[in-house]
C-alpha cells in the first residue's frame, strides 16, 4: 500500500512538472512574440526619422518632399492613433502605405541627378532601404514566432494545458502582412544571369 502511494505521489509530481514545463515554454512564446513585435516598433520608428532626415536634405531639389512629408506624418499619425486603440489591422495598413512610399522614392532621385550625386541622399536613401529590409526580417520573424506558437499551442496536451489558464495562455496575434507590392514582386522573382 505504501508503495502504490509513493507511486501515485511521483506519478503526481510528474504531471504537475509537465504542466508547469508546458505553461513556461508557452509563455516563454508569448513573451517571443512580444519582443518581436518591440523590434518592429523600432524598425518603424528608425523608418520614420530616416525619412524626416532624407526629406530635409532634399527640401531645396523639389516640391515632392512636401507632400512625401505630409503623408509620411499623417500615416504615422494614423498608425499610431490605431495602435493606441489596439487596432493592429489599422496599424499595418498605414505602416505598409508608409513602405509604398519608400518604394517610390527610388524614381524620384531619378529625376533629379544633383540630388542623386547628394552623399547625404545617397545615404539618407540607401539607410531606408536598409530600415525596409530590416522591418521585413522583423516582421517575417513575428510571424514565424506567432505560427510556433499557434502550433504548440494547439497541440494534444498543450491544447489542455491552454485550456486551464486560459487568461494567460490563449492569445490571438495578429500577422503582420506584406505590402501588395512586395507579393507582386515575390511572385514575379526571376533569376538574372
Do not use: C
Amino acid at each position: 500500500m505504501k508503495t502504490s502511494l509513493i507511486v501515485v505521489l511521483v506519478l503526481l509530481l510528474l504531471l504537475v512538472g509537465y504542466i508547469i514545463s508546458i505553461y513556461n515554454r508557452l509563455i516563454r512564446m508569448i513573451e517571443t512574440i512580444n519582443n518581436n513585435q518591440r523590434q518592429i516598433d523600432i524598425q518603424l520608428d528608425r523608418r520614420f526619422k530616416v525619412f524626416e532626415s532624407l526629406i530635409n536634405v532634399v527640401k531645396k531639389y523639389m516640391d515632392y518632399e512636401k507632400t512625401t512629408l505630409k503623408d509620411v506624418v499623417a500615416l504615422r499619425s494614423q498608425a499610431q492613433q490605431a495602435a493606441a486603440k489596439g487596432d493592429t489591422a489599422g496599424r499595418m495598413e498605414a505602416e505598409n502605405a508608409i513602405s509604398r512610399i519608400a518604394g517610390g522614392l527610388n524614381l524620384v532621385f531619378e529625376q533629379y541627378p544633383d540630388l542623386k550625386a547628394n552623399q547625404n541622399a545617397m545615404q539618407l536613401q540607401e539607410e531606408i532601404v536598409n530600415t525596409e529590409n530590416k522591418l521585413a526580417f522583423a516582421k517575417q520573424a513575428f510571424n514565424d514566432s506567432i505560427e510556433t506558437y499557434n502550433a504548440e499551442k494547439k497541440s494534444f496536451f498543450q491544447a489542455m494545458i491552454v485550456g486551464m489558464f486560459i487568461s494567460k495562455l490563449d492569445k490571438v496575434f495578429e500577422y503582420w502582412q506584406l505590402s501588395d507590392d512586395k507579393i507582386a514582386e515575390h511572385e514575379d522573382y526571376t533569376v538574372k544571369l
